[in-house]
């Protein structure tokens, strides 16, 4: 069976995305957006969505901002989704900064709206990932329990975090595994990595977890950069730098279109690789435009990879 995922075929809405991986021939698709904040960010995120729904994924999900900044907006955009698109929807939740109560009103607000796959994350203190991380004082202590309490309020499908390039606070490979299956522990069905550009990053990540015995779905995560101002952006959302070989090549030509072309080119052949080792999915961060996005999609769909291996 081919490992492209499926063109333009579209699934029942609110699925659990452990469902679709359990049953899936073929690797899932989905795509990350973030809840607008003014009327023009409104109107570009539903061209986006519409755009993005014609490729027929398997899922999107939406961001949730740092300390709960982007709480109401998020349950407020993934219902809209839910509600007015073909599109199963999953709901990202973020513990830092928060007290229970709080997420106890947002795990409710996701059920009264009927979404059933969340994206459990610990999340960033508001200075960003590089600052150390304090619990609230009557909040949870990390993503683990993060997980327990969203599975114990409802009948949902979580998902978690994953680190190829390493977590940025601790650096520790292992630490990284065992930390990803205490999450699998406590509940989670499947990971989505941060974004990465080394294919053997997350090679090395999946091993280590499944010699501990996890058999844990780990989507990775796909950004292509298309302009030279967003490597400070990429740093600002994963807490790492791009690696040098990515920058030498985004660097070689720094015109706009060459930048453009090179930064889809890198994310293609990332693409490739990944469905070539066997991966459950690829989740595209489209930062809630989707030319990029789309032409990727394009022609990874076209490059008749080899088979899709239990291996990830």
Known sequence: ???????????????????????????????ELFPWRSPEEERVFWQTTRELEALGPDFVSVTYGASGSTRDRTVGATEAIASHTTLNTMAHL??????????RRTIGAYAGVGIRNVLAIRGDMPGGPTVP??????????????????????DFCVGVAAFPDLHPQAHDADLDARVLVQKAEAGASFAITQLFFTFERYVDLVQRVR??????????????????????RMAELSGADLPDWVVRRLSEDESPATVRQVGIDIATELCERL????????????????TATREIFGRVLGTGS???????
Do not use: K
């Not at 619990?135 to 409802?154: F, S, Y």
């Not at 469905?275 to 989707?290: D, K, Q």
């Not at 080899?306 to 990830?312: F, G, K």
């Open 133 to 154: 991380f304090e619990q609230h004082p009557d909040g949870l202590a990390n993503a683990t329990e993060l997980v327990r309490m969203v599975r114990e309020l409802g």
């Open 306 to 312: 080899a088979a899709r291996t239990p291996a990830s």
């Open 1 to 31: 069976m081919p490992a492209t995922p499926r063109p333009a075929a579209r699934t029942p809405r609110q699925q659990p995305v452990a469902d679709l991986l359990a049953t899936a021939d073929c690797p899932l698709t989905s795509f």
């Open 275 to 290: 469905l070539e080792h066997g991966v459950p999915g690829l989740h595209f961060i489209t930062m809630n435009r989707s």
């Open 94 to 103: 973020t513990c830092a900064s928060q007290s229970r109560d709080e997420l």
């Open 211 to 232: 010699a501990l015995g996890c058999d844990l779905p780990i989507i990775p995560g796909i950004m292509p950069v298309t302009r030279l101002t967003q490597i400070s």
